[in-house]
């Protein structure tokens, strides 16, 4: 039985495609400068964590991807 060939990246709804720079729930750069220093300091921290830990699973991802097609050899 033949694979049915693959879509193309235009064929394919915005959400299924693939993008690791998703911004979610950004805080709005008006309100960004009226918090208080700490609290701004705070979700830079939080914003930076999440990006390291994104980053980190897309770096592991990446590795088992390598790995399968090593087998396949």
């Not at 039985?1 to 693939?18: C, D, N, T, V, Y």
């Not at 390291?52 to 991802?61: C, F, H, N, P, Y």
Request: aromatic share 6%.
């Amino acid at each position: 039985m033949a694979k049915p060939p693959l879509p193309k990246p235009g064929e394919l709804p915005q959400s299924l495609i693939f993008n690791p720079h998703i911004i979610w729930d950004p805080v709005p750069w008006p309100w960004f400068d009226k918090l208080d220093e700490s609290v701004a300091r705070e979700l830079t921290k939080i914003r930076l964590e999440h990006q390291k830990e994104v980053l980190g699973l897309q770096a592991k991802a990446l590795d088992k991807a390598i790995n399968a097609i090593n087998k396949v050899r």
